[in-house]
């Protein structure tokens, strides 16, 4: 229970339907950062008071050492790598559906539950019914065995709905703005953050096209491909010279150099495969394979050779250490993180 | 709404409320200008300076006024030029946090939080410049010996220059639960530097002052136009002072009136409630209420209690946030699960008698509803 509406609803829900529950706050980082308090303690308050109003017991479970060693640790060497991972998806592969799980398991419950929206269909994940809210990109890494012992309570519900049915039971909290995945990414920039850990590294932006310099940056590994904003060009911020704006598409971790262009059509940019690792492939036989690039992206059809995703219209090519997931009809297969 | 938790926050008593609103817009000229309407501002807030002081048996020049108890508190550490502190072990993070920066060393309290006065006389060594003990503490209400503590110190002082040795020695209290509740009197407490706090005795937020003795020497909190005897730059807070000197005018006016209403209010919350142990037995303030109810989350209390309208606490409100477990109660000897069933009541200007009988009963449902979730 994270103190926010869908997990709140979520437990409500359970203990309708007559299970045991046990609400458990889940305390994964608490830490604040430049222009931004954790909320961590407020959010525990908001869970444990849903919890006392429902009458379930409430606990905390501390994971901060295990969420910084598995998610901090494992995203600041891909940023560091030049990649640009993604913390939800790590959380619930490494905290949420494995540690979180096998303690839940091992004290003896038969199901994990949470506010996620995602089904899961004959012991298969598959999108939520609400689909502007689906969380299954955030899901796709996480083990069959948790899949098997995991109820999502609102699976079948669309947001208005989950915020009514809190309303009418008392559970919304008017004070509170929905909580966005881990504390920190939602509120404060990733570049705020990595400054935190990273020191930073005075570099040059060059135009692809030119090698000419037309900017300086503060270290290459704050940059993400595609990204616009934030770019010291020519004196100004994201300064627009000739009615386009710059936007980085290419960096030399080696060098510190950020490549920028504003050719929107840049082969660097459009490409029609895309190369994977580690990939997780539920199900050999796919009849219709969809791809999802980001959470809550387009459906775009692909198909699977090996480890290249071959894709007949070019796609914007999404920066490496995001994932590519795979869906066949509402079933998510698995999915790949992008090289 | 029946509040039970004055001791986190007050509601600015009404005339104080009164007194300060021309100060915000019809007479809101600085201080420091130079044109009669402002010089009468100026006037007006070194009179209600006055007034503080007053209460205390000080002078308007003794006192810094700062933004709260907190700046107080960490104003009053500055008298630390070398050498160490001690603190109880009670103390207020406010203090405590302040402390921990200054090589601090607690002093153990007993079971009813009182201090060992044996224990500080061991920790009173040469490098010792400061000893920070509250007159009442937060948590628990507990009032402290401090012209017991005062003449301890005025002994080691008079030890120190029989040996030459040149270093102070200051006794600072941080009176912000006190002061409405007590008679407060520096030169009776002996003490050289005291905190005060504006919203703990009904009035705004955001004030508070240091009593500071002429013996004591302090480092600027900040610099600038040389305000507040040049301890504290930064215009004058003048709404905020004359609703603070108002609400100590009332507050004092009214000390023993209220004192009687909450001790008979206490009684029948002590006779009315069920199945509880009274924590805080002795040497407590008359609005103090800390209950044990061993094996419930007394957390969980505060939520059920809500429903109801009424307020409580389960310890300083900053603690109660974090999860973290009350320092105070662990200092006090109480075992994880009795600080975990500890629930704190504190009196105020806001309650009556019908209150408190409907406030005992809604407790104790709330008590009978969570034992019965087994």
Redesign the interface.
């Known amino acids: 229970m994270s103190g926010g509406v869908d997990s709140s609803v979520s437990a409500m829900l359970l203990k309708q339907q007559g299970y045991d529950v046990t609400g458990v706050y889940m305390k994964n980082w608490s830490k604040d950062l430049p222009g931004m308090k954790c909320p961590w303690a407020e959010d525990l308050a908001d869970a444990k008071r849903v919890a006392v109003k429902l009458g379930i017991d409430f606990e905390v479970w501390d994971f901060e050492k295990e969420y910084f060693e598995r998610v901090v640790e494992y995203m600041l060497s891909e940023f560091k790598a030049g990649n640009t991972p993604n913390p939800d998806i790590m959380c619930n592969q490494e905290i949420k559906f494995k540690l979180f799980f096998e303690k839940a398991m091992e004290r003896g419950a038969d199901f994990i539950a949470t506010g996620h929206y995602a089904r899961i269909i004959d012991g298969k994940l598959a999108r939520a019914v609400d689909e502007k809210k689906d969380q299954t990109y955030f899901l796709y890494r996480i083990s069959d065995e948790a899949i098997s012992h995991t109820i999502f309570p609102i699976d079948e519900m669309l947001k208005p709905d989950v915020k009514k049915l809190a309303e009418e039971n008392g559970l919304h909290n008017a004070y509170k703005k929905e909580s966005m995945g881990v504390c920190f990414v939602g509120e404060v920039g990733m570049k705020d953050f990595l400054k935190e850990y990273i020191d930073i590294q005075p570099g040059e932006i060059r135009e692809v096209e030119t090698e000419k310099v037309v900017g300086h940056h503060e270290g290459a590994v704050f940059y993400t491909i595609g990204q616009r904003h934030g770019l010291y060009i020519s004196g100004n911020v994201g300064e627009v010279n000739s009615g386009l704006p710059y936007y980085v598409v290419k960096k030399d971790l080696e060098k510190n150099i950020v490549y920028v262009s504003r050719n929107l059509d840049s082969n660097l940019v459009w490409v029609n495969e895309l190369e994977l690792k580690d990939i997780i492939l539920k199900d050999k036989k796919i009849n219709n394979l969809t791809v999802r690039l980001r959470h809550l992206g387009e459906l775009i059809p692909a198909t699977l050779e090996g480890d290249t995703l071959k894709f007949e219209n070019k796609i914007k090519r999404p920066a490496a250490g995001q994932s590519a997931v795979f869906y066949d009809g509402e079933i998510c297969l698995g999915g790949g993180i992008i090289l | 709404m029946i509040y039970l938790d004055h001791a986190a926050a007050t509601p600015v008593n009404k005339k104080a409320l009164e007194a300060m609103r021309p100060y915000f817009d019809e007479d809101f000229f600085n201080p420091s200008a130079a044109y009669l309407p402002a010089k009468k501002v100026a006037h007006e807030y070194e009179e209600a300076k006055g007034v503080i002081a007053h209460a205390i048996g000080a002078k308007a020049n003794d006192l810094v006024i700062t933004a709260g108890a907190t700046e107080a508190n960490n104003l009053a550490f500055s008298a630390v030029l070398d050498g160490r502190v001690l603190y109880l072990a009670t103390e207020h993070d406010s203090v405590r946090k302040v402390a921990e920066q200054y090589s601090g060393e607690a002093i153990e309290v007993d079971k009813n939080g009182r201090i060992d006065l044996n224990d500080l006389k061991a920790k009173i060594t040469d490098d010792v410049i400061l000893i920070s003990v509250a007159l009442a503490n937060n948590e628990l209400g507990t009032i402290q010996p401090l012209s017991e503590i005062a003449s301890l110190i005025r002994e080691v002082r008079l030890n120190r220059l029989s040996r030459g040795v040149k270093r102070p020695l200051y006794l600072h209290s941080d009176a912000s639960q006190a002061m409405n509740l007590l008679n407060v009197n520096v030169a009776r407490l002996g003490v050289d530097l005291l905190t005060l706090n504006s919203a703990k005795v009904y009035g705004p937020k955001g004030v508070g002052a240091l009593y500071v003795s002429h013996d004591v020497k302090l480092k600027p909190a900040s610099y600038g136009g040389g305000q507040e005897q040049g301890l504290r730059s930064g215009t004058e807070n003048v709404p905020g002072v004359i609703g603070f000197a108002k609400a100590v005018e009332e507050a004092t006016k009214h000390l023993n009136g209220n004192r009687k209403k909450y001790a008979e209010l206490k009684k029948i919350l002590l006779s009315e409630l069920k199945d509880y142990e009274l924590v805080n037995k002795k040497h407590s303030l008359d609005n103090f209420i800390v209950l044990c109810y061993n094996g419930i989350d007394a957390?969980?209390l505060i939520?059920?209690l809500?429903?109801k309208g009424v307020y409580v606490s389960t310890g300083a409100a900053c603690a109660a946030?974090?999860?973290a477990k009350s320092h105070v109660l662990a200092a006090i000897g109480l075992s994880d699960s009795e600080i975990n069933g500890s629930l704190r009541l504190t009196l105020g200007e806001t309650n009556d008698e019908e209150q408190i009988h409907e406030a005992a009963r809604l407790i104790n449902e709330a008590v009978t509803?969570e034992k019965s979730?087994g």
């Open positions: 957390e969980r939520f059920l809500e429903d946030n974090k999860g509803l979730r």
